[in-house]
């Protein structure tokens, strides 16, 4: 996924790695492992509620995006 364990991805920015990670176990050996979303996404998420509740109807989806990601990137220079 382009990640490596310490949450860096393909930019600067600093992930948080996964937010979910899952391992898969088959005979009671873990087999696969899914990183899922990483914690920058989830706080995103988390941002994008807030946001489209006091956007109202004419919303530029594009600058809500950002706007999430801006939030959700304070939010892990706060957990520092």
Not at 23 to 46: C, H, N, P, Q, W
Not at 51 to 74: L, P, S
């Amino acid at each position: 996924n382009g990640e490596d364990s310490r949450g860096q991805g393909m930019s600067s920015k600093d992930t948080g790695g996964p937010a979910f990670p899952t391992v898969e176990y088959v005979d009671g050996i873990g087999e696969t492992y899914s990183d899922g979303m990483t914690l920058r996404d989830y706080f995103a998420a988390k941002a994008m509620l807030m946001a489209f509740g006091d956007a109202g109807t004419d919303i530029d989806v594009n600058k809500m995006a950002e706007y999430c990601y801006e939030m959700a990137d304070a939010m892990m220079e706060a957990r520092k």
